[in-house]
């Protein structure tokens, strides 16, 4: 397998511009995680589902941000409009509920510039 | 509330110096925890989980509950390890983790 696949790598976008990211979770995984990494706060969960289905979504700083899962391989999370302060980069994560399995795989992550 | 605390930002040490990265936990159940490690621009990746007691790249971990600690630990560091190290809390279902603010590792030569 190989990994989690996210895309793009790299966004660079103006401000008020929709960003889209992708993911691609591990085969077989059926809990789905994004995260935003900055250098002020971290490493922040934004939203995760379970079996294609949103369970928490409290992480999600603004409405801009959403988030869909419309199958067991495909998650994006959506920037609309999006704003400096959006740059960051973003991790999707994938784990599988099988017992004993509770590691988080991540992907590559995607770096957001929002100029 | 469950909570994971990494009291330091950054660890700085000189090569060959022993290593103690601290994380500290609040959860009411049994804990379940991990060390995840990120190399420079890199994704994150699982360096170690405390139900498996073994050792990766040569650092440990040992759960303590009555301090509520998990600390990460390697007698001689060496300079591929620095990194960025989160210690991590499962919470609940869903495989749900709870990570800490992070520590920097810088090993000098």
């Known amino acids: 397998d190989a990994g989690v696949i996210q895309s793009p790598r790299h966004e660079v976008t103006e401000m008020g511009q929709e960003v889209t990211l992708r993911c691609k979770p591990i085969?077989?995984?059926?809990?789905l995680f994004w995260y935003r990494q900055t250098m002020m706060r971290g490493l922040e969960l934004l939203i995760y589902f379970n079996n294609n289905v949103p369970i928490d979504d409290s992480g999600m700083p603004e409405d801009r941000f959403s988030a869909k899962m419309p199958n067991a391989s495909f998650s994006t999370l959506k920037i609309q409009p999006s704003e400096p302060r959006d740059s960051a980069v973003y991790f999707c994560?994938?784990?599988?509920?099988?017992?004993?399995?509770?590691?988080?795989?991540f992907g590559p992550g995607t770096r957001l510039t929002v100029t | 509330a469950q909570r994971v605390t990494q009291p330091e930002k950054l660890l700085s040490v000189f090569k060959g110096a022993p290593v103690e990265l601290k994380c500290n936990y609040s959860y009411s159940g049994s804990p379940e925890l991990f060390w995840y490690v990120q190399y420079s621009r890199q994704r994150l990746q699982l360096l170690l989980r405390h139900i498996s007691r073994e050792s990766i790249k040569g650092f440990t971990a040992d759960l303590n509950k009555g301090e509520t600690s998990f600390h990460l630990k390697k007698p001689f560091a060496q300079e591929e390890d620095s990194a960025m190290y989160y210690c991590?809390?499962?919470?609940?279902?869903?495989?749900?983790?709870?990570f800490g603010a992070g520590t920097r590792l810088a090993v000098h030569p």
């Open positions: 991590a809390l499962s919470s609940g279902g869903y495989n749900k983790l709870i």
């Open positions: 085969s077989g995984h059926n809990s």
């Open positions: 994560a994938s784990s599988s509920m099988g017992q004993g399995a509770r590691e988080q795989y």
